[in-house]
């Protein structure tokens, strides 16, 4: 067994230098350690290789998710990256198998230091300590990171306090910039800072952001745990300012403006008229007419044609889509291009006769970006979705299914108001506003754009889906 000892400063530098002389060495994993700083000496350990000074080749990616997966407190993350390092000689491609066990643990471990880094540029509060007649400006801080950041995090200080000299003071490291130059050093206690005028800053700006109609304690201390509430100044406003949010809230509703802006008319006015139901559906033929004469968002300006739906009339389900895509766009007809393709494979298999269902998308018109020849899909955003939902509406008016299957995101916004947890809801009924029973499941270009390894599994669950469609209207 050798032992590797790193320093506590430049750690990510010497994991990297000592990993290719290992790897350049053919050491296997197990039969390294790896310590971060002075530790027990093994009295059976072997010294570290030595350097070949070869150069390793490695994905483009690894090295961004090690230098984060080194600042994690897991004892083992110097192992767990070499691991990987080690089985990257032989499967180049195993970064992109997030199903593999190594993969996901050390994504996981990288997003945990990210959002520890991210909590450390939010919470750092500066107090000044420098003689007021300084040339430059000092000022100190303490920070209690989760993970061992402080290195990684410091070049962000640098970039907005630029102008002054300062010490972030942690645990295990300390980070000082003085004169324009920045250095690290051990880790120390808290210090005894003294306050300053920023600190009443602070509780000023808290308190004039806080909207107490808007409070959510759980959220809150999600994004602001209370292990640093000590550290924040602002932080000592927080018990009162939740034990008086409901009066607050209360007297804020009484002393709003009874009358709305006369500008508040018009948008009320263009409001209801989008929301509002829809004329009797009439024939086929009169929807057709009126669909292409469709103005209601920009996006018929760019397509060819709208795409209504298609089946019979008295269908008893109706099947959502999202939007059309290039093929539905040049012949008129929703789902006759690649996902159309794969729905109709896995239908068959179900069941579903695509003849005895009325197939439609959420959206009529195909939204694009034109690249050289090619017309690239653009997902619809709010002010298309809503538009056209008076059209599916219609379309629901005229069909009237026994049940509606809803496929993909932008199908689950048109008919609910919500695409959030598409893949959590999937395969769950939602009861509509009229009574109508929605089955949710995934669009059938998601499936398309799966990795070869996670698609067999999805496939079953799209078909069981439909399945489930096909017995809710039996």
């Keep these: 067994m050798r032992t590797i000892t790193l320093p506590e400063i430049g750690t990510f530098e010497a994991w990297r230098d000592e990993a290719r002389a290992a790897l350049g060495a053919g050491i296997p994993p197990e039969e390294l350690l790896w310590h971060r700083g002075a530790g027990e000496a093994d009295l059976f350990a072997q010294g570290a290789p030595a350097s070949t000074g070869g150069t390793v080749s490695v994905p483009k990616g690894f090295v961004d998710l090690a230098r984060l997966v080194v600042c994690h407190r897991d004892p083992e993350r110097f192992a767990r990256a070499y691991a990987v390092l080690w089985a990257l000689r032989s499967d180049k491609r195993l970064l992109e198998d997030r199903a593999d066990p190594r993969i996901d643990r050390l994504n996981r471990m990288a997003k945990e230091v990210s959002r520890d880094r991210h909590k450390m540029t939010a919470f750092v509060r500066f107090r000044e300590i420098g003689a007021p007649d300084a040339p430059r400006r000092r000022f100190a801080a303490w920070f209690e990171p989760t993970h061992y950041i402080c290195e990684l995090t410091a070049p962000f200080f640098v970039r907005r306090f630029g102008d002054m000299d300062w010490s972030i003071f942690t645990p295990d490291l300390t980070a000082h910039f003085e004169a324009g130059k920045l250095r690290f050093s051990e880790g120390q206690p808290r210090p005894d800072l003294p306050e300053d005028a920023a600190e009443d800053l602070w509780r000023t700006y808290f308190r004039n952001i806080f909207n107490p109609a808007r409070l959510k304690v759980d959220a809150m201390q999600s994004e602001m745990p209370r292990k640093y509430w000590h550290n924040l100044p602002e932080a000592s406003l927080i018990p009162e300012m939740i034990a008086t949010a ?36 009439g024939d086929r033929a009169e929807l057709l007419a009126a669909l292409n004469a469709c103005r209601r968002c920009p996006l018929w300006e760019n397509a060819t044609q709208p795409v209504p739906g298609e089946g019979p009339l008295d269908a008893p389900l109706m099947i959502v889509g999202e939007q059309p895509g290039d093929f539905e766009d040049l012949e008129g007809r929703p789902f006759v291009g690649p996902a159309g393709q794969l729905f109709d494979e896995v239908a068959a298999r179900a069941g579903l006769c695509r003849d005895r269902a009325f197939i439609t998308n959420a959206v009529k018109h195909f939204k694009f970006t034109p690249r050289g020849k090619r017309r690239i899909h653009q997902s619809p955003d709010r002010q298309e979705i809503h538009p056209c939902r008076w059209w599916l509406d ?81």
């Design 246 to 281: 409901q009066a607050r809230a209360e007297e804020m509703a009484l002393s709003a403006p009874t009358l709305a802006p006369a500008r508040a008319g018009k948008i009320t006015e263009r409001l209801a008229n989008d929301r509002a139901t829809p004329q009797p559906a």
């Design 394 to 474: 219609r379309e629901r008016a005229l069909v009237k299914p026994k049940a509606i299957l809803a496929m993909g995101a932008t199908a689950l916004e048109s008919l609910t108001g919500d695409r959030r947890g598409l893949l959590k809801r999937r395969g769950t009924v939602e009861v509509l506003d009229d009574g109508t029973p929605m089955l949710i499941t995934v669009h059938p270009s998601y499936l398309l754009r799966l990795p070869d390894m996670e698609k067999p599994a999805m496939l079953r669950a799209f078909e069981a889906d439909l399945v489930r469609a096909v017995q809710m209207v039996a």
